[in-house]
């Protein structure tokens, strides 16, 4: 069974930067498409970013778009999603996901979920 495990969370000032990590286990990490979503409090999971299988097409969500970056590097099963320029408003538990339905954009369409690491903006 396949695992995704996030680190990389922390509290940074509005502003600065992190990079989460998203390492998956078995041997099929690279026959998938990844996304990262987050939730804040009191609010629904939200698309982040996408990136397909052999990192040639990612996605993002426009309020990340220009400051985020998404990544994967196949041969350590990991992805990463780099965040510049973080606002208070980013603030929330990020997900990687493993893709394996069709609209990149929906949670619907990922099967395997990591548990989560959080990030806190202060502003």
């Known amino acids: 069974q396949v695992q995704l495990v996030e680190s990389g969370g922390g509290l940074v000032q509005a502003g600065g930067s992190v990079t989460l990590s998203c390492v998956a286990s078995g041997r099929t990490f690279d026959s998938y498409g990844m996304g990262w979503f987050r939730q804040a ?6 698309f982040v970013a996408y990136i397909n299988w052999n990192g040639e097409n990612t996605y993002y969500a426009d309020s ?3 400051r985020f970056t998404i990544s994967r590097e196949n041969a350590k099963n990991t992805m ?3 965040m510049n320029t973080l606002k208070p408003e980013d603030t929330a538990l990020y997900y990687c996901a ?8 929906s949670a619907q369409s990922y099967d395997i979920w990591g ?3 959080q990030v806190t903006v202060s502003a």
């Open 41 to 46: 409090a009191r609010k629904e999971r939200e």
């Open 64 to 66: 990340v778009k220009g």
């Open 80 to 82: 990463f999603l780099l």
């Open 98 to 105: 493993r893709h394996d339905g069709s609209t990149y954009s």
């Open 115 to 117: 548990q989560g690491t």
